[in-house]
């Protein structure tokens, strides 16, 4: 089982700009399988949702339509380290945002139907205020 720690939520004010942090541990054993990490956010009330999702060893990239052009998602190989810059942040951008992690995925398919085997952080809130 991969273990997820979030950091770098907070709260801004619309238009400003966040950096999330997901450091992966006990994977180390399964580094030469292909698999996703990504990030996904729950909103108070509504579903959880796919936001950036990145599969290796492609590399390939997925975004939410609704964080497209906004939200970056990137990956440290070599730290096990995944980020999510947030740019431009709206309102509608609050939630709790979840690192997430599985094995034999692809990026599309991750961002938007996650396996029962993925891998889950605890959280970290983010609030922008208008």
């Known amino acids: 089982q991969v273990q997820l720690v979030e950091s770098g939520g907070g709260s801004v004010q619309a238009g400003g700009s966040l950096r999330l942090s997901c450091v992966a541990s006990g994977n180390e054993e399964r580094s030469g399988r292909s698999g996703c990490m990504g990030w996904f956010r729950q909103a108070s009330g509504k579903e959880r949702e796919g936001v950036a999702t990145?599969?290796?060893?492609?590399?390939?990239?997925n975004y939410a339509d609704s964080v497209l052009g906004r939200f970056t998602i990137s990956k440290d190989n070599t730290k096990n380290i995944l980020y999510l810059q947030m740019n431009g942040l709206k309102p509608e951008d609050t939630a709790v945002y979840y690192c997430?992690?599985?094995?034999?995925?692809?990026?599309?398919?991750?961002?938007?139907?996650?396996?029962?085997?993925?891998?889950w952080g605890q959280g970290t809130q983010v609030t922008v205020s208008s």
């Open positions: 997430a992690a599985d094995y034999g995925c692809t990026s599309w398919t991750f961002l938007h139907a996650p396996a029962r085997s993925t891998s």
């Open positions: 990145i599969d290796s060893p492609d590399g390939t990239i």
